[in-house]
Nanobody, 123 residues
């Protein structure tokens, strides 16, 4: 089982990026999928999650700017990031939980993790 995150890069403040997380090895259409991030010197934090029914949960820090979606046919989850700020700079990780509906915010609730993709927002 592998989660491959991509789409990170360097962007100016106010810009947008879309991260993708492609899963392989098994289907995750019935699993909650999430995004977390970790900035230098900080703890990993929850960003967004989406369940099998399409319901979502977003951290307060990104609500209104980020959107999480999924394409079960492609076994892929996306994170559209708009109005990016320098404080959004971090390594972003996608993850898959064993839950089907519960939108967990703790890393311990997620079983599979991608390798991370770096997002850098310049001021």
């Amino acid at each position: 089982v592998q989660l491959q995150a991509s789409g990170g890069g360097l962007v100016q403040a106010g810009g947008s990026l879309r991260l993708s997380c492609a899963a392989s090895g098994r289907t995750f259409s019935n699993n909650v999928m999430g995004w977390f991030r970790q900035a230098p010197g900080k703890e990993r934090e929850f960003i967004a999650a989406i369940n099998s029914g399409g319901s979502t949960r977003l951290a307060d820090s990104v609500r209104g700017r980020f959107i999480i979606t999924r394409d079960n046919a492609k076994n892929t989850v996306y994170l559209q990031m708009n109005s990016l700020k320098p404080e959004d700079t971090a390594v972003y990780y996608c993850a898959a939980a064993t839950a089907t509906f519960w939108l967990g915010v703790r890393g311990s609730e997620y079983l599979y993790w991608g390798q991370g993709t770096l997002v850098t927002v310049s001021s």
